[in-house]
């Protein structure tokens, strides 16, 4: 169920720039009128939640939008990119399926939206195989936590739109970052940016509560330890039994070391960028795992 308390909103110096407020618009009007749960995910949801809702620096700029659709069958899918293209300046994109283009008025060019399914629509549990010969694949893993555990945020006066929220988005990114790590360093760039971002998210408070006041004194008082370590306690409270399985696997395997490396490579103006990235996901991981304290010096 997506949050139903009170909207977030923006500060009033940092609104939402135009053209993602109209997909946003159009999108959420799609929604409504089919009656199909869909929020915010990717790039966007970062930087709306980072840079609008909370002042902060939310990295990496992005050219698309996108959006997630909790959807049932095939049919369902084509309503929505139907409705799209019938009632708003969409058109379809001729190579990417899920893919619409959004022609911005008064501009030639168009924006890339794309529309992730999700749900009963699974060939198999965290598996999209595109039609007509099921030969596309996409990991949908970790999109029903997040919507589960989505915010809902003014965007722009009378739109209240489900984005995913930072654990959610963090959950999306390391299931991402298994999948394609390999062929792209964005999905442990933002993972870097989220961990030492997310005591200033709205967390400030809560890094001082008795739950987290232990792991904030074990790593010295470094707030963005600390803030590492409630990113992952909340994860582990927001995910499902599976995702927690499958997180754990992951935290914990083979690939976490290549993890570490990667978010590293993206704080070189750090001179101990190596370790505290170690710092950083030994906090996160143990925030997530345990909820316990262990401390972040080195033995």
């Not at 790039?43 to 909790?70: C, K, P, S, W």
């Not at 010969?133 to 919507?147: E, F, K, Q, T």
């Not at 004194?217 to 927690?244: H, R």
Request: hydrophobic share 45%; net charge negative; proline share 4%.
């Amino acid at each position: 169920m997506i949050d139903t308390s009170p909207p977030l909103t923006l500060k009033p110096n940092l609104p939402v720039d135009s053209t993602t407020v109209l997909a946003i618009r159009q999108i959420h009007e799609a929604s409504k009128a089919l009656g199909f749960p869909v929020f915010l995910v990717g790039a966007m949801a970062r930087i709306i939640l980072l840079e609008n809702i909370y002042g902060l620096q939310a990295g990496r700029a992005t050219t698309d939008v996108d959006f997630a659709f909790a959807l049932d069958n095939w049919e369902q899918f084509e309503a929505v990119k139907e409705f799209l293209v019938s009632n708003a300046n969409f058109e379809e994109s001729t190579n990417v399926p899920h893919r619409l283009l959004l022609q911005l008025p008064s501009l030639s060019c168009k924006l890339s939206v794309d529309l992730i399914p999700f749900g009963g629509i699974e060939r198999s549990l965290n598996v999209m195989a595109w039609p007509p010969d099921m030969s596309v694949i996409m990991n949908v893993a970790g999109y029903s936590d997040a919507l589960a555990t989505a915010v809902k945020v003014e965007v722009s006066p009378g739109i209240d739109m489900a984005i995913a929220s930072l654990p959610g988005i963090v959950i999306l990114k390391l299931f991402a970052w298994e999948d394609r790590g390999q062929e792209t360093r964005k999905d442990a760039t933002d993972l870097a940016i989220l961990f030492r971002s997310y005591h200033e998210a709205g967390n400030e408070s809560r890094i001082y509560e008795e739950s987290t006041f232990a792991a904030l004194v074990a790593v010295e008082y470094d707030i963005e330890l600390a803030g590492a370590w409630l990113l992952g306690k909340d994860v582990a409270v927001m995910a499902s039994a599976q995702t927690n399985r499958d997180l754990k696997e992951l935290l914990t395997g083979k690939k976490s070391g290549q993890l570490i490396e990667d978010m590293a490579r993206t704080m070189l103006a750090k001179e101990d960028a190596l370790e505290h990235s170690r710092r950083l996901f030994e906090q996160f991981t143990t925030g997530f795992i345990t909820g316990k304290v262990k401390s972040s010096q080195t033995d």
